[in-house]
């Protein structure tokens, strides 16, 4: 689903386009104490040459990279505001050539409490103007289902023409009018942010998006080195392989290092920031015209991704990493033409070789599939035993009341009849054998434990 801009209806004439470039322009010497190049004002297209000066790109990122920027009354996120505000295309593209800048910095430092108003009010600028072009509505897509005809192909099912019936899926909620950054909406505004970049991305100089790159990096906070190569099957040797998993065992050590290194700028990286980043890193990668550093630049922050997704065992994000992983060998080796569907008969050796490889590759992943089954299974006996304790302590409340009460009414000698008496004891009874019954779901949990790490080092042991 596509939404226009709410520029798209605003138009401006190429005098008009001219003089706004050559305002912002005027405007933006004194802030960074440094006078601008005749050739910006005197071009033809003001707004696409400050777009694409790259010395001037590198003077306005040192100033934002000082460490009293972003600050409330930094001049240069002001003048980033307001050249927004002008609700000019060109010039709103020369904001977003700096977002990656602006958003990694500001995240990176507001773990620290630190002000950073400046920053914020860039961000809430672009989050607004995309709420505005949404008008209240979510990003959806339509996934497609070979139960319904397509330009493709012709289904034989019977199916209702109805479109609530269709697959859609939700790739960005709607979004809510927001005037203040707060911490629970941080990542929120800040994806809402990017996927705007990622609309113009295309637009973007290739500086912009290796900046953007290395801030993922940083983000990640893990070493991603010891992906740096892929494992191949069919050409790689025995001595490769046994090489390959020295320096991985090896790269343990430099995970650790690195991590200490990246600490004050790791970032927690939930699903409304990831998705966006994900997506701007799968153009990086295999987006038309990329240089050869941008796409090094993008396989490296696709390392570190999948490294921090290893670490955190988060299934989602391992799967989308390692998929980026796999997008990136293939640009890199082009000649690489495999046909998946293709039935490859091979001799016996070769099929006993690259079974012990693909044995010992399953290793890790059969360590993390039983480390992900346990704690999702022991999270369910957690919250059951929770529960019971729960309920253990309301019969005890109420046990203890009827307590009370059996005292007050002893003390004002009144006869209590023989049923409550049988009922106080069964309360007491239904207690004991809860208590009971919590006792034996631990044992449980600790032997189910014990018997999932059993059957993974069994299967190390065979393979």
Not at 25 to 31: D, G, K
Not at 58 to 87: E, M, V
Request: include cysteine.
């Amino acid at each position: 689903m596509s939404f226009r801009s709410s520029y798209e209806a605003i138009t401006f004439t190429p005098e008009e386009t001219a003089i706004r470039a050559r305002s912002a322009i005027e405007s933006l010497s004194p802030i960074l104490n440094d006078d601008l190049p005749p050739s910006l004002s005197s071009s033809e297209n003001p707004a696409s040459s400050l777009l694409h000066d790259t010395e001037l790109a590198a003077k306005i990122s040192s100033h934002l990279r000082q460490p009293n920027s972003g600050a409330g009354d930094d001049p240069l996120c002001r003048w980033l505001y307001d050249t927004f505000q002008s609700s000019h295309p060109d010039l709103e593209l020369v904001v977003l050539r700096f977002l990656p800048i602006i958003s990694g910095i500001y995240l990176s430092r507001a773990k620290s409490r630190k002000p950073l108003a400046g920053f914020e009010a860039v961000l809430l600028a672009l989050y607004s103007h995309e709420t505005t072009a949404r008008t209240g509505q979510a990003t959806t897509v339509t996934i497609p289902c070979i139960s319904r005809s397509s330009i493709y192909h012709e289904s034989k099912l019977t199916t209702n023409s109805n479109a609530s019936d269709l697959n859609i899926a939700v790739l960005s909620p709607s979004l809510e009018p927001l005037g203040t950054v707060r911490a629970t909406k941080r990542a929120r505004i800040v994806g809402v942010a990017l996927e705007l970049y990622y609309t113009k991305i295309a637009l973007m100089p290739i500086g912009s998006k290796i900046d953007f790159c290395e801030f993922c990096v940083a983000w990640a906070g893990q070493d991603g080195e010891m992906f740096k190569k892929v494992e191949d099957v069919k050409e790689e040797s025995s001595s490769d392989l046994k090489n390959e998993e020295e320096r991985v065992g090896n790269g343990g050590e430099n995970v650790s290092t690195s991590e200490g290194q990246e600490s004050g700028s790791r970032i927690p990286l939930p699903w409304e920031l990831l998705q966006p980043v994900l997506r701007v890193l799968s153009h990086c990668l295999v987006g038309p015209k990329n240089s050869k550093e941008l796409t090094q630049a993008a396989l490296a922050a696709s390392r570190c991704l999948y490294a921090r997704a290893l670490h955190d065992v988060n299934p989602r994000m391992i799967l989308a990493t390692e998929s980026l992983l796999k997008l990136g060998k293939m640009t890199m080796d082009p000649t690489d033409k495999i046909d998946h569907t293709e039935i490859i008969i091979e001799d016996n050796a070769f099929q006993s070789e690259s079974g012990a490889r693909l044995c010992k590759k399953s290793i890790p992943d059969a360590l993390l599939a039983g480390k992900a089954l346990t704690e999702a299974i022991n999270q369910c006996i957690e919250s059951t035993i929770g529960e019971l304790l729960s309920a253990v302590g309301n019969l005890q409340a109420e046990q203890q009341q009827q307590v009370q009460e059996f005292q007050v009414l002893t003390k004002l000698k009144l006869a209590l009849p023989s049923p409550v008496v049988k009922w106080c004891r069964t309360s007491a009874a239904v207690r004991d054998r809860l208590c009971l019954l919590v006792c034996l779901l631990f044992r449980l949990q600790r032997r189910f434990t014990h018997w999932c790490y059993y059957q993974i080092a069994d299967r190390k042991l065979k393979c």
